[in-house]
């Protein structure tokens, strides 16, 4: 007697397809933003390439001409950077993205160059470094984030940092405060947007001479003061007058 086995095949129910589709969208949904900040960074990458290409040819051209290149033959893009029959640049580097010229700042009588672009990770690090994470080049309207410059200036920022210093202190040590003139106040050393001091104000050859420039209380608001309420003054009210008697 021959027996047959019935096989009972089951599928996947909505809720087990439910699931496995929603993994399969987060997974390409990370690997999607993965591999779109990997492209970011690399185009990040070679316009920081650029940007110290075109700082070393503004140097050399500097030391060679006292004077740095017109801004027009800067801005063009992909086209030969000479001087002459002298070239410094085969082919002037732009923005990979937008095409568009690098935005260059030039001093020829200071011999001061800052050149700015805009990186699209802005995660990274150097543009907190740069101090550049609220904009730099303020002639710009601040839309720059990254840039290099000759080694007798730094690029202008649109944030203003909190300068703080050792106090003169006493015999105990000074504490670190908020100063908004470290000159007058004669402070040999001051610290950005560090509140700590970097624990030095225990040496005395930190700490400031005075307290001129020191900012008493950031935080304090000012009291409004109350005007005194006025006394009034009497008024002469005219006395009613009798009637003539008849």
Known sequence: MRFKI???????????????????SLLSIFSYSTYQ?????????LRKS???KLAE?????????????????????????????????????????THQPYYFELDPALGIFRVY??????????????????????????????GVTSSNT???????????????????????ERYSDIVSSGCPISFEDDPTCRNLCGQ?????????????????TPTPTQEPTPTPRPTNTPKPTKPPKP
């Open 6 to 24: 019935k096989r009972v095949i089951h599928g996947f129910s909505i809720y087990e397809l439910l699931i496995v589709v929603s993994i399969i």
């Open 37 to 45: 900040s990997s492209l970011a960074k690399a185009r990040d990458s």
């Open 50 to 52: 650029h940007l110290k």
């Open 57 to 97: 040819v503004l140097i050399n051209y500097y030391d060679a001409r006292l004077t740095f290149p017109p801004v027009s033959e800067l801005n063009a893009c992909n086209l030969p950077l000479k001087f002459g029959n002298y070239v410094y640049l085969p082919s002037v580097p732009c923005d990979p993205i």
């Open 117 to 146: 672009t805009t990186l699209e990770y802005k995660q990274d690090q150097i543009i907190k470094q740069l101090k550049c994470h609220k904009g730099c080049a303020p002639l710009a309207g601040c839309v720059y984030n990254y």
């Open 154 to 176: 730094t690029v202008e920022k649109c944030y203003q940092p909190e300068i703080w210093a050792c106090s003169p202190g006493n015999a105990g040590g000074g504490n670190c």
């Open 204 to 220: 005395p050859a930190s700490r400031c001479q005075n307290n001129s420039g020191k900012i008493s209380d950031p935080h304090q």
